[in-house]
């Protein structure tokens, strides 16, 4: 029976194409404030601060490029289909540049934006402004970005939780593992015999739950787990 993968990435394998990480020195958590630009009620509060925040990080999340991790993964996905299934935290859409289909982004995306009255999704690359109307049920300056914030519920969890109860190993790849649901996962897929392996730069806040943790940066750890996967 061919093995079932369940990947989870965090914002470990994007920080080498240039995408900061949030809880590091120099992270976007020591700059901002989490209430101020990742809540409804820091939303409701200060929508302009937010909606500048959100487009600096679309700008530069558009302007990345997918590192050998992200290529390493669609490479698997391509020689396993059917059998890998990638759940990300991150915002950005650099699993997809690799090549990879089908990715549950669970937190949302950047390059998309969510009409706050009627729910719409659309895409979104440039600024966004009190001005803009949603094109479903034309109300203005409802607009924000598709990103699931701290208070809100993650998109596709029953999905999820399907994929890790059919997996047979889970991996996750530059998580903190300081966030739940998704710091559940390892636990969720213990309960469900899966094998488990971390890869990450440093040990995350669930690191002993796993049954092996590699170190070192994604670029290099990530394509060498996916080489012997293939061997």
Same mark, same amino acid.
């Given at each position: 029976?061919?093995?079932?993968?369940?990947?989870? +990435?965090?914002?470990?394998?994007?920080?080498?194409? !240039?995408?900061? +990480?949030?809880?590091?020195?120099?992270?976007?958590?020591?700059?901002? *404030?989490?209430?101020?630009?990742?809540?409804?009620? !820091?939303? &409701?509060? *200060?929508?302009?601060?937010?909606?500048?925040?959100?487009?600096?990080?679309?700008? *530069?999340?558009?302007?990345?490029?997918? *590192?050998?991790?992200?290529?390493? %993964?669609?490479?698997?996905?391509?020689?396993?289909?059917? $059998?890998?299934? %990638?759940?990300?935290?991150?915002? $950005?859409?650099?699993?997809?540049?690799?090549?990879?289909? /089908?990715? %549950?982004?669970?937190? /949302?995306?950047?390059?998309?934006?969510?009409?706050?009255?009627?729910?719409?999704?659309?895409?979104?690359?440039?600024?966004?402004?009190?001005? $803009?109307?949603?094109?479903?049920?034309?109300?203005?300056?409802?607009?924000?970005?598709?990103?699931?914030?701290?208070?809100?519920?993650?998109?596709?969890?029953?999905?999820?939780? $399907?994929? #890790?109860?059919?997996? +047979?190993?889970?991996?996750?790849?530059?998580?903190?593992? &300081?966030?739940?649901?998704?710091?559940?996962?390892?636990?969720? &897929?213990?309960?469900?015999?899966?094998?488990? %392996?971390?890869?990450?730069?440093?040990?995350?806040?669930?690191?002993?739950?796993?049954?092996?943790?590699?170190? /070192?940066?994604?670029?290099?750890?990530?394509?060498?787990?996916?080489?012997?996967? #293939?061997?």
């Amino acid at each position: 029976m061919a093995e079932k993968i369940v990947i989870l +990435t965090g914002a470990g394998i994007s920080a080498e194409s !240039g995408l900061g +990480t949030f809880r590091d020195v120099g992270g976007l958590w020591t700059e901002y *404030n989490l209430e101020d630009v990742a809540t409804p009620e !820091g939303f &409701a509060r *200060n929508p302009a601060l937010v909606r500048r925040f959100y487009d600096a990080r679309r700008e *530069n999340a558009l302007g990345a490029r997918p *590192n050998a991790a992200h290529h390493a %993964l669609a490479r698997l996905a391509a020689a396993r289909p059917g $059998d890998v299934t %990638l759940i990300t935290q991150n915002i $950005d859409t650099l699993h997809e540049a690799a090549g990879h289909t /089908g990715v %549950l982004h669970m937190h /949302g995306r950047i390059d998309q934006a969510r009409c706050g009255d009627c729910g719409a999704v659309v895409p979104w690359t440039g600024p966004m402004t009190a001005e $803009d109307q949603c094109e479903a049920c034309e109300s203005v300056g409802s607009m924000r970005p598709d990103v699931v914030w701290f208070g809100e519920m993650p998109i596709g969890l029953d999905l999820i939780a $399907d994929r #890790l109860a059919a997996a +047979t190993l889970f991996v996750a790849i530059g998580t903190s593992g &300081a966030v739940y649901p998704a710091a559940g996962f390892v636990a969720e &897929a213990r309960q469900y015999r899966a094998r488990t %392996l971390e890869l990450s730069l440093e040990p995350s806040d669930v690191s002993g739950l796993f049954d092996e943790t590699r170190l /070192g940066a994604a670029t290099e750890i990530v394509p060498a787990w996916v080489d012997t996967l #293939l061997a």
